[in-house]
C-alpha cells in the first residue's frame, strides 16, 4: 500500500476530526470534516452517517488530490 505523503491511502489513514449533529430541519443527522471544507453528508441513524461521512471523506480527498491540492 502506497503510504506516501501526498496519496490517498496516506490521507484516508490520517485522523481527520467529524462532527456529527442532529438534522433538526429534515430529522437523522448531517456529518461534516472541519478540516475538509464542504465535506458534509447526512444520514438517518448515526451508523449510516458515519458510513456515509467516510465515503464522503474519500471523494472529498480523492477529488482534492486530483485538483492538485496538497494538505
Known amino acids: 500500500m ?3 505523503k501526498g496519496s ?3 490521507y484516508l ?3 481527520f476530526r467529524l ?3 442532529p438534522d ?3 430529522g437523522g443527522y448531517i456529518a461534516k ?3 475538509l471544507p464542504g465535506c458534509i453528508t447526512m444520514g438517518d441513524t448515526v451508523d ?3 458510513a456515509n461521512a467516510e465515503d464522503a471523506k474519500k471523494e472529498w480527498i480523492n477529488a ?3 485538483d492538485g491540492v496538497r494538505f
Open 48 to 50: 449510516e452517517t458515519i
Open 64 to 66: 482534492a488530490l486530483e
Open 24 to 26: 433538526l430541519d429534515e
Open 19 to 21: 462532527e456529527i449533529l
Open 2 to 4: 502506497d503510504m506516501c
Open 13 to 15: 489513514n490520517h485522523s
Open 33 to 35: 470534516y472541519p478540516d
Open 8 to 10: 490517498l491511502d496516506y
